[in-house]
C-alpha cells in the first residue's frame, strides 16, 4: 500500500518513495578496482574489474562514485540530441513516446550525484529538454483526464512514466468514478422511462378492453 496516502479516491507515493523505488534501477559503470562479486538480495552483482563495465543497481553505483571507485556512464537516453528528438516527437504526436519508467528520478539522482564528480554533458540543456518534455507531456495528460470527465468512455494514457502515473491516479480514480455515476444515474432512468410507457400501454390496453 502507498506511503503517500491512503485516500480511497486513488492512493499516492511521495516522491521519495518513487525515487527509492528508482534506486534500483540498472545503469552501467566502470570500476577502477577488482573485487569478487557482491552477493545482495536481488542477486549477485560483479565480479568488479578495473576497465570493464558492468550494470548495477543506480543507488551502488553512486555509492561507488562517492567513493572514488568507479565512473558512471549516463544512459543512452540522457543525451541532447536524444531528448531533442523525444521533445519534437512529442509535440508533432498525439501519444506518449516510450521513455524508460523511471526517467525522471533516474535524470533528478544523476543529476544530484554531479557534485560527486559524475560526468553528465550538457547538464544544463538536458535540464531544460526535460523540464520541456515532462511539460509536453503534461499538458497531454490534462487533454486525457478532461476527456475522461466528458462522456468519453476511455481514454489512452499509454507510456506514462511513474512520476506521471503516479500523478493522475487520484484524478483518474476520481472522474472514472464521476463516469460511472453518470452512466448509472442515466440508465435508472432509462429503465424508469421503460417502465412508466410500460404501465402506460397497458392502462390503455385496459381502457379499450
Known amino acids: 500500500?502507498?506511503?503517500?496516502?491512503?485516500?480511497?479516491?486513488?492512493?499516492?507515493?511521495?516522491?521519495?518513495?518513487?525515487?527509492?523505488?528508482?534506486?534500483?534501477?540498472?545503469?552501467?559503470?566502470?570500476?577502477?578496482?577488482?573485487?569478487?562479486?557482491?552477493?545482495?538480495?536481488?542477486?549477485?552483482?560483479?565480479?568488479f574489474r578495473p576497465q570493464i563495465p558492468l550494470q548495477v543497481p543506480l543507488w551502488l553505483a553512486i555509492a561507488l562514485k562517492k567513493r572514488a571507485k568507479c565512473s558512471i556512464q549516463p544512459p543512452p537516453w540522457l543525451a541532447a540530441d536524444?531528448?531533442?528528438?523525444?521533445?519534437?516527437?512529442?509535440?508533432?504526436?498525439?501519444?506518449?513516446?516510450?521513455?524508460?519508467?523511471?526517467?525522471?528520478?533516474?535524470?533528478?539522482?544523476?543529476?544530484?550525484?554531479?557534485?560527486?564528480?559524475?560526468?553528465?554533458?550538457?547538464?544544463?540543456?538536458?535540464?531544460?529538454?526535460?523540464?520541456?518534455?515532462?511539460?509536453?507531456?503534461?499538458?497531454?495528460?490534462?487533454q486525457g483526464l478532461?476527456?475522461?470527465?466528458?462522456?468519453?468512455?476511455?481514454?489512452k494514457l499509454v507510456n506514462l512514466s511513474a512520476m506521471e502515473a503516479n500523478l493522475v491516479r487520484p484524478f483518474f480514480c476520481t472522474a472514472l468514478k464521476e463516469v460511472m455515476r453518470r452512466e448509472a444515474a442515466a440508465l435508472a432512468q432509462q429503465e424508469e422511462t421503460q417502465g412508466q410507457g410500460q404501465q402506460a400501454g397497458q392502462s390503455q390496453g385496459g381502457e379499450e378492453s
Do not use: C, W
Open 82 to 142: 536524444r531528448l531533442t528528438e523525444i521533445l519534437e516527437a512529442e509535440r508533432e504526436n498525439e501519444g506518449f513516446q516510450p521513455m524508460p519508467f523511471h526517467f525522471i528520478e533516474m535524470s533528478q539522482l544523476l543529476f544530484s550525484a554531479e557534485k560527486h564528480g559524475v560526468d553528465i554533458p550538457d547538464t544544463y540543456k538536458l535540464r531544460a529538454l526535460l523540464q520541456d518534455i515532462r511539460d509536453v507531456r503534461f499538458n497531454k495528460i490534462h
Open 146 to 155: 478532461k476527456k475522461l470527465g466528458s462522456a468519453t468512455n476511455a481514454v
Open 1 to 47: 500500500m502507498a506511503g503517500g496516502s491512503g485516500d480511497s479516491k486513488g492512493a499516492v507515493f511521495l516522491e521519495s518513495e518513487i525515487e527509492f523505488i528508482a534506486e534500483n534501477e540498472p545503469v552501467s559503470i566502470v570500476p577502477n578496482f577488482r573485487s569478487d562479486a557482491l552477493h545482495l538480495h536481488a542477486g549477485d552483482i560483479g565480479p
